[in-house]
């Protein structure tokens, strides 16, 4: 689709076509920091880290690191971060790192450590009549200009209250993770006002990237990183100047390949990608099987259809894409099913992000996924059976594991004890 057609204006207005100049200005006249934050040291993290920090003339690149331990891992370290191609590794140092420990949370709160540890008879009710609590290290208040989210969708939450004093208005937020409703999330529970809301710009990763340890990732899989600013609610000017500047910067990666696209466009492809994810991650995690297993099964060929047909027609329905051309055909079944089976033995060999989350007992996307096509159908009046049978037994096998893994864990609350776990409990 043509990027200005799409009600977003003179395309020559349009941030999309923006290039990253040497010192690009807000419109105060006042310099854009090209500081970048990162939050997430995962595959992706450390690929968009080393890809920017392999650019000439890079921009200042920080890693909020969560935990301690990995802080001083980092500082035991030589202080790269390496990504092997193709055979070769190459290792990129100049990076500042600071420690964003998340708090604890429970029933969607932030909790004390005692609390977490002790529960109150009723948590949720308990909980829900408390003031959110300060997080481990709310005393360092520099600003942060751009922040780069790599952290899994259910992490986001904690992630980002770590750092919340840090954040405002001025702020740019680049959102680079799988599902669908984590900004609606963000608002809801972090910047609940538009006035003082950061500008959030979001990517769809096709990139193959696996961690091969703390610091450590391989790219095994060129792709690309789509991406598109989401226009500022209530605001004249839709699209800040340092949220363009960004993009430029990001675009400027030859390794990233980051191609911006309008809101219209980024919303399919996000859902295509969604549609992709909830047949193949929890098919392969019910399964326990690489991506390739659930090619030439007649019988998982019936239950991808099974989840396609509801998939299919909640995104049919959806108001957002109402005045779209093609959505029907783009989203019909077959389309979606031809698309599946495509990425699925593309990346025949691969251990789904899902499945692998399952496998260590940690909790997974499936609420961003299959989760969120249950909630949008109950808007827009479908009732999601099949998608709402394999979110709970995803859940209900990510938990059988993670019990049987804490039976195996001696439970020593030291001095200077900090919870392995951060995240929320589903
Ligand atoms: C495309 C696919 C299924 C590749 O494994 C993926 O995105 C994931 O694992 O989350």
Redesign the pocket.
């Known amino acids: 689709m043509d990027e200005g057609s799409d009600g977003q204006g003179n395309p020559s207005d349009n941030p999309l076509h923006k290039r990253d100049s040497p010192s690009p200005q807000d419109r105060s006249g006042s310099r854009i920091s090209k500081k970048i934050h990162i939050i997430g040291t995962g595959s992706i993290g450390k690929l968009v880290a080393h890809s920017l920090r392999s650019l000439p003339n890079p921009p200042p690149v920080t890693l909020l690191l969560h935990k301690g331990d990995n802080k001083d891992a980092w500082d035991a370290s030589n202080r790269t971060i390496s990504i092997t191609t193709n055979g070769i590794t190459v290792s990129r140092s100049g990076f500042d790192v600071e420690l964003a420990r998340t708090g604890w949370r429970s029933h969607g709160k932030q909790v004390s450590l005692d609390e977490w540890i002790h529960p109150p008879p009723d948590p949720g009710a308990a909980l829900a009549k408390q003031p959110s609590r300060p997080v481990p290290d709310a005393d360092n208040t520099d600003p942060i200009a751009n922040l780069i989210v790599t952290v899994k969708a259910p992490q986001t939450i904690a992630a980002l209250e770590a750092v919340r004093q840090r954040l405002g208005p001025l702020t740019t937020i680049c959102f680079l993770q ?1 599902g669908m409703g984590i900004v609606d999330e963000v608002n809801k529970e972090i910047f609940p006002d538009p006035e003082t809301r950061p500008q959030y710009l979001a990517g769809i990763i096709t990139h193959g990237v696996t961690s091969d340890g703390l610091f450590t990732a391989t790219h095994a899989g060129q792709g690309s990183i789509s991406m598109c600013i989401i226009p500022r609610e209530g605001k004249e000017d839709k699209y800040s100047a340092s949220a363009a500047a960004l993009l430029a910067i990001l675009r400027r990666s030859p390794t990233l390949t980051v191609m911006g696209i309008t809101p219209t466009e980024f919303l399919q492809v996000q859902l295509e990608k969604l549609a ?2 909830a047949i ?2 929890p098919l392969t995690s019910l399964i326990d099987a690489n ?1 390739g297993a659930i090619l030439n099964n007649n019988h998982l060929t019936r239950a991808i259809r099974l989840l396609l047909g509801e998939i299919s027609l909640v995104i049919s329905l959806l108001p957002e894409l109402k005045d779209v051309p093609n959505v029907k055909r783009r989203f019909s079944t077959q389309r979606l099913e031809w698309m599946v089976t495509n ?1 699925a033995r593309g ?1 025949a060999a ?1 251990v ?3 499945l692998a989350d399952v496998r260590q007992g940690k909790q997974t996307e499936i609420n961003y996924i299959n989760g969120y096509i249950c909630r949008r159908g109950e808007e827009v009046g479908v009732t999601c059976f099949m998608n709402y049978l394999v979110t709970q037994l995803v859940k209900g096998k990510q938990h059988v594991i993670d019990a049987e893994h804490s039976e195996e864990l001696p439970l020593a609350f030291t001095k200077n004890f900090e919870a392995p776990w951060t995240l929320s409990k589903q």
């Open positions: 799988n992709a994810n193949i991650n991506n990425l990346t691969n789904s992000s899902m």
